[in-house]
């Protein structure tokens, strides 16, 4: 019986013990591990697509960063491959340059309603980062009444604020600040 108690005991402690003398290589204390997101392949030993395009049309994917492949969504001429409306200081105003644009991406959202988008608000870094999150998120929802106006269905949006802390240029000054507020279109799956 002594011997069944000093089993029991044991295990568990070696056990411990080589779990915690496992060297990380490369990697020495106080490294932090990080996932490498720029993958090529994707599954099981490489194999398969980093794009999801092996698992069908019910992943989500998101349509228009490799360049124009014949869909209307990614010619350059078209300016539905124009997805990013920017706002003046401190404003949810969409400009009147990007009326066009808003038409295009109404009337295709329309057209195909089982199309969905991300509308992504973003502010520059002046602000709190509350009052920068509220203001991100009046941007994402004055381009979706806009483009609700004009045909697409309420289902066929998710409207997501990250407020400062996705910034599209790094910097402190205005042109860096024009081009961080703004809302980004993003196509999901078709």
Known sequence: MKKLKLFAV???????AACS?????????????VEDLSAQTSGVNGQGNADGSEYGSETQVVVGEDGYDGNELN????????????FEYDSANVRQEDQETLRAHAAYLAKHPNVTVRLEGHTDERGSREYNLALGERRALSIRQILMLQGADMSQFQVTSFGEER????????????QNRRVEIVYLGR
Request: net charge negative; no cysteine.
């Open 167 to 178: 910034p599209a240029v790094d910097g402190s000054d205005d042109y860096a600040w024009s």
């Open 21 to 33: 003398s496992t060297p990380n290589k490369g990697m020495n204390e106080g490294d932090v591990a």
């Open 10 to 16: 044991l295990v568990p402690l070696l056990w411990l």
């Open 75 to 86: 010619d350059p001429s078209n300016p539905l491959s124009n997805r990013v409306v920017y």
